[in-house]
Structure formats: structure tokens, C-alpha cells
């Protein structure tokens, strides 16, 4: 787990791509990705052609409100 976030913490985060196959992609493949895990919360990325896509799903922390960002996993390589 730790290896797949520090390999999204390395995507720039640009927001969603113009590539809608690649935000499909990466929302589809994030959500199966998720739900197999179980963890509390995820954020999943790729980019194609120079374009990122990112997703966050479920919570931060378990007991939290807060959703992943792509902002979170943009501050976390400071």
C-alpha cells in the first residue's frame, strides 16, 4: 500500500484531464481498487499523453468526514 501512494504522490496534480477515457479509467480501476482493500481511504492516479487523472475515495481516517483529494496528495511531497 505504501508503494502505490507514494507512486500517486509523485503525479502532479492538474486537476481532472480532457481525456475523459482516462478519468473514466482511473475512477473505474480507483473504485475496484478500493472496494478490494478495505482501507479507510484512497487516492488513485494516472497519466496518459502528458494529461493526470486523479480520485479520492472513502474517508481519510476511519471515524472522518473527509474525502481523499488530489490537494492532500499534492501536500504530501512537500
Request: net charge neutral.
Amino acid at each position: 500500500m505504501a508503494i502505490a501512494l507514494t507512486a500517486i504522490a509523485a503525479i502532479p496534480s492538474h486537476g481532472h484531464a480532457e481525456d475523459k477515457l482516462l478519468t473514466e479509467a482511473v475512477q473505474f480501476n480507483g473504485t475496484i481498487l478500493y472496494l478490494s482493500t478495505k482501507v479507510p481511504g484512497l487516492i488513485f492516479g494516472a497519466v496518459r499523453n502528458g494529461e493526470t487523472a486523479l480520485a479520492g475515495f472513502g474517508k481519510i481516517a476511519d471515524g472522518s468526514e473527509k474525502c481523499p483529494t488530489a490537494t492532500q496528495c499534492s501536500a504530501s511531497r512537500q
